[in-house]
């Protein structure tokens, strides 16, 4: 599978996690502390939505959600 093709699958998934989170409620803390933890549990609840066997990393992380935003 080509990086793009996986790129664009995972931006798919992301789309449809991001709005069930919405949907269920999740909201993100501000509080400083706290940020590296949720984004860790963040990164952690994606990877085992989309099934990936190895959690994303906060880059990749970070490019879905400049993608979702996108749009």
Known sequence: MS?????????????????????AGKKIKHHHELKKEEK???????????????PITEEMLLYLDEEY???
Do not use: C, H, M, T
């Open 3 to 23: 990086d793009n093709k996986l790129k664009e699958d995972l931006v798919k998934v992301y789309k449809e996690w991001k709005d069930l989170e919405k949907k």
């Open 40 to 54: 860790e549990d963040e990164i952690q609840r994606f990877s085992d939505y989309a099934g990936l066997p190895v």
């Open 69 to 71: 935003f996108r749009v």
